[in-house]
């Protein structure tokens, strides 16, 4: 019987293997095991990925609430109704969220609806789901047609509110504005 000498790197030894079919079984396994160990990995770094993500478009809101608190002369607390996905309770807490909708490009110059890039928007929240997609549309087209104040801040106001109210009509209650 012929035997074949392989070293365990882990233990220090090294074992014997009978035949050239136990190779193979061996071998196989090993494959096997990399390949799971390659596809956990890519998985995780998936998860790993989107977890980041999240992280940095909270910086990217946080840092842009700043700036536009700055040009707007708003306070922390029109930041946390904001966060708290609450009405502003103040005329500095509507033109925050006018200027925020400018920077994301959700609002024109005009103070109009930017369709094309709410859709956008929608498409990177949903990941491009159609059933989801397909409510965003809807909800897009409904407040576009919505007749709003000339005004800027009182416009982004007013298009907060129908994105809410729309996307409730559609089931859903827990929406990020």
């Known amino acids: 019987m012929h035997f074949v000498k392989y070293p365990l790197l882990a233990e220090g030894g090294s074992i014997l293997i009978k035949t050239k079919i136990e190779s193979d079984i061996i071998l196989n396994k090993m494959t096997k095991y990399l390949v799971t160990l390659a596809i956990l990995c890519v998985f995780g770094a998936v998860i790993v990925r989107g977890e980041i993500d999240k992280k ?12 536009c608190k700055g040009e707007t002369g708003g306070k922390d607390a029109d930041i946390a109704d904001m ?16 200027c925020l909708m400018k920077k994301y490009g959700a609002m024109n110059g005009d103070g109009k609806l930017d369709k094309v890039v709410a859709r956008e928007h929608a498409e990177m929240y949903t990941e491009g789901d159609p059933a989801k997609m397909t409510i965003a549309d809807e909800v897009v087209a409904a ?28 089931g859903i209650e827990d929406i990020d504005f």
């Open 56 to 67: 940095a478009m909270i910086a990217d809101f946080m840092a842009k609430a700043e700036v």
């Open 83 to 98: 966060v708290a996905r609450k009405p502003a309770s103040t005329p500095e807490g509507k033109c925050m969220r006018s």
């Open 143 to 170: 407040c576009d047609a919505l007749a709003v104040s000339g005004d800027h801040c009182e416009a982004a106001e007013e298009y907060l509110k129908c994105f809410k109210e729309q996307a409730k009509a559609h």
